[in-house]
């Protein structure tokens, strides 16, 4: 079991920067692949960013060129750096954490945090 706490979320207006974070506990971390998804109201949660366990990271679609994901495998933590934020942003931002072993995956979910641009 992992459990992922993320925080960092909040309103901040067009042009601006946030940083979410998101800590993991329960397992060993630097042994899952991190993604960042988001979720706007009335549309369905996709993909973000991922980061691999050897650091290879990737971007979906708009968030290309201003969101960086980075990982801290000795604080357990993976972070979500937005910049440029704009108001197509405003969604919910869930972490997940996931695993293949032996061909058994494992995935798990944060409980979101939410990020508002708006001015």
């Known amino acids: 079991q992992v459990q992922l706490v993320e925080s960092g979320g909040g309103l901040v207006q067009p042009g601006g920067s946030l940083r979410l974070s998101c800590v993991a506990s329960?397992?060993?971390?630097?042994?899952?692949?991190m993604e960042w998804y988001r979720q706007a109201p009335g549309k369905q949660r996709e993909l973000a960013a991922g980061?691999?366990?050897?650091?290879?990271?990737t971007y979906v679609g708009s968030v290309k060129g201003r969101f960086t994901i980075s990982r801290d495998n000795a604080e357990n933590t993976v972070y979500l750096q937005m910049n440029n934020l704009k108001p197509e942003d405003t969604a919910v931002y869930y972490c997940k954490a996931t695993k293949d072993s032996q061909g058994q995956i494992f995935a798990y979910w944060g409980q979101g945090t939410q990020v508002t641009v708006s001015s």
């Open positions: 980061i691999t366990t050897g650091g290879t990271t």
């Open positions: 329960g397992s060993i971390f630097s042994l899952y692949v």
